[in-house]
């Protein structure tokens, strides 16, 4: 049967298998390259109902098919991937609607968050949990990889701001997930349907393994890995929420058509203390000595970023608006800092302060110059927007400037997200220096210091097979670290292609045993993003690098 001719005779969606179409979905910002056979541009959730039928027919008479979402294409670990049929969300489905009195969105998957904010913006409004690629991600792999950012350390991740989600499942019909009273679920229980016999299936998978489930939740605060089944059923609460069983699911478990998120108000007074160390080794009294003032974002960058920073000036000042003379000006206390110092900043750790009442927000400048003055470290206390938006723009654009400008070597996002408590930094990081080290891979780090959450990024000529060869014996050593120290391989960018081969070492045997049992429930033919979450091999990672 052919594939392409039956989608085209079932289904009214746009199909392309241009290769234009092909290669630019057979990436993201991953190790990775999959090449899928066709393209399919859904313009409503009615197309890709249509879609999800179609394919569970070819399955049904042997085809070995199925549909992968994918919306910004931003990911970093392949999770938007297939060698099958890809579901592209940004060209049609990108309808969004904010009620600035209720301060509530209502998303599409391929809304692009930038142009998302700008509305926001108007409207005084914030989504808090926009990740550092907000200026090339949208909102289906926001919802469907739990993402975060730097104001997660005030307002948490995705998962705590979605309010319901809108689903196409395996059989090709829409649902509404959100929170249940118990009268509300067993409600739905009681349903003689697909919806009830889901909710009767999930609701015992989670009762019975209750202590299991909340023994496997994760210690930190930031997770992305695995099915949170640990945030379903709420005991003492009596709510069930399956819609945090779907955020952060990678598009494994149904197609997401529709996000209801909670937006925040923007603070109206804020400012921010540029942190500048000598080393490392201060950096967890610090934290802790800051996080009890409630900071909205404890960023932290090491001095190769800083230097990457410096490197690429021009295409900075030109992210900030202003003109490079004007931008290297803004910089003449940072050098005077370094000569004090006698060398350049190891790191640079970033306190940003945000509140509504400007005499609050004044006590807490003035206590935390107070801490860093008794610390004797060297800091700066930035004002002026412009000033602050220098250090930001270098944060969040590090990754792609280490993408788009590195001659002869590519970013190797493998280890770029793991997550351990702030307490054990110090014992850790040591010791995950000597890996990389070890293994002679050179990386830059930057992160969000407040969680315990790191992102290091390593250089490599992956054209190299001795350095292709480095990447999963260098993740088995670095995740067996992370998980020795009770910490989360992903805290926000998701398992994908890269991780998935590591959520039974993360998570032990019986909680990987129950992930695979979610995945029957919802997807029995694996119609939705196959070996992602579930049946993804280290085989996977060396066989899609490219």
């Known amino acids: 049967m052919n594939i392409i001719e039956f989608l085209q005779n079932h289904t009214s969606t746009e199909i392309s298998t241009k290769k234009a179409d092909l290669e630019k979905h057979s990436k993201d910002t991953s190790l990775f390259q999959v090449m899928p056979i066709a393209v399919v541009f859904p313009k409503n959730s009615k197309e890709i109902s249509e879609l999800v039928k179609a394919i569970s027919e070819l399955k049904e008479n042997g085809e070995d098919v199925s549909l992968t979402g994918r919306s910004g294409g931003s990911d970093m670990t392949g999770g938007p991937l297939t060698k099958s049929?890809?579901?592209?969300?940004?060209?049609?489905?990108?309808?969004?609607?904010?009620?600035?009195?209720?301060?509530?969105?209502?998303?599409?998957?391929?809304?692009?968050?930038?142009?998302?904010?700008?509305?926001?913006?108007?409207?005084?409004?914030v989504y808090p949990a926009f990740p550092a690629s907000k200026s090339l991600c949208a909102w289906g792999g926001m919802v469907m990889n739990n993402c975060a950012g730097e104001k997660t350390l005030r307002y948490g991740?995705?998962?705590?701001?979605?309010?319901?989600?809108?689903?196409?499942?395996?059989?090709?019909?829409?649902?509404?997930?959100?929170?249940?009273?118990?009268?509300?679920?067993?409600?739905?229980?009681?349903?003689?349907?697909?919806?009830?016999?889901?909710?009767?299936?999930?609701?015992?998978?989670?009762?019975?393994?209750?202590?299991?489930?909340?023994?496997?939740?994760?210690?930190?605060?930031?997770?992305?890995?695995?099915?949170?089944?640990?945030?379903?059923?709420?005991?003492?609460?009596?709510?069930?929420?399956?819609?945090?069983?779907?955020?952060?699911?990678?598009?494994?478990?149904?197609?997401?058509?529709e996000a209801n998120v909670r937006l925040i108000k923007k603070g109206k007074h804020e400012s921010m203390i540029a942190i500048f160390l000598p080393s490392w080794g201060k950096l967890p009294s610090l934290v802790n000595k800051i996080l009890p003032f409630e900071p909205e974002s404890l960023e932290t960058f090491d001095d190769a970023t800083m230097k990457l920073g410096i490197r690429f000036m021009p295409e900075i000042a030109k992210k900030v608006g202003v003109s490079l003379f004007a931008f290297l000006w803004q910089f003449l206390p940072e050098a005077f800092i370094t000569l004090r110092m006698l060398a350049f900043p190891k790191l640079v750790i970033l306190v940003q302060l945000v509140e509504e009442k400007e005499d609050v927000l004044n006590k807490k400048i003035k206590d935390i110059e107070k801490v860093l003055k008794k610390e004797k470290v060297l800091s700066r206390t930035l004002r002026e927007k412009r000033e602050r938006d220098k250090y930001w723009v270098m944060r969040r654009e590090s990754f792609n400037l280490l993408r788009q400008k590195v001659k002869g070597k590519r970013t190797a996002p493998f280890i770029e997200d793991f997550c351990v408590l702030p307490e054990d930094i110090p014992q850790f990081l040591p010791e995950l220096l000597k890996i990389l080290k070890e293994a002679g891979i050179k990386a830059n780090i930057a992160g969000h210091a407040g969680n315990g959450n790191f992102h290091i990024i390593p250089l490599m000529d992956l054209t190299d097979e001795k350095e292709r060869a480095k990447i999963v014996p260098t993740a088995d050593k670095i995740y067996d670290l992370v998980i020795s120290y009770s910490g989360s391989i992903t805290a926000e960018h998701n398992d994908g292609i890269i991780r998935t081969p590591y959520l039974k070492q993360q998570f032990g045997d019986d909680m990987y045993h129950l992930f695979e049992e979610v995945k029957r429930i919802f997807d029995p033919q694996g119609i939705f993003n196959p070996k992602k979450k579930i049946g993804g091999t280290k085989a996977d990672i060396i066989n899609n690098m490219y």
């Not at 904010?98 to 142009?115: C, N, S």
């Not at 739905?188 to 015992?204: A, Q, S």
């Not at 023994?215 to 379903?232: D, E, I, M, Q, T």
């Open 157 to 257: 991740q995705t998962r705590e701001h979605v309010e319901r989600l809108k689903m196409i499942l395996s059989d090709g019909n829409e649902y509404m997930f959100g929170p249940l009273t118990e009268s509300e679920l067993f409600e739905k229980m009681n349903r003689n349907n697909f919806e009830g016999d889901l909710y009767r299936k999930v609701y015992d998978l989670v009762d019975e393994n209750y202590g299991v489930i909340q023994k496997a939740k994760p210690k930190v605060s930031k997770n992305s890995a695995g099915y949170a089944l640990w945030r379903v059923w709420d005991k003492e609460k009596k709510i069930f929420d399956m819609s945090q069983l779907f955020t952060g699911s990678q598009g494994t478990l149904g197609m997401m058509t």
């Open 85 to 125: 049929i890809v579901l592209s969300t940004t060209k049609y489905m990108k309808n969004f609607s904010i009620d600035t009195e209720k301060q509530l969105a209502v998303v599409e998957p391929g809304v692009f968050y930038r142009d998302f904010e700008k509305s926001a913006d108007k409207a005084d409004l």
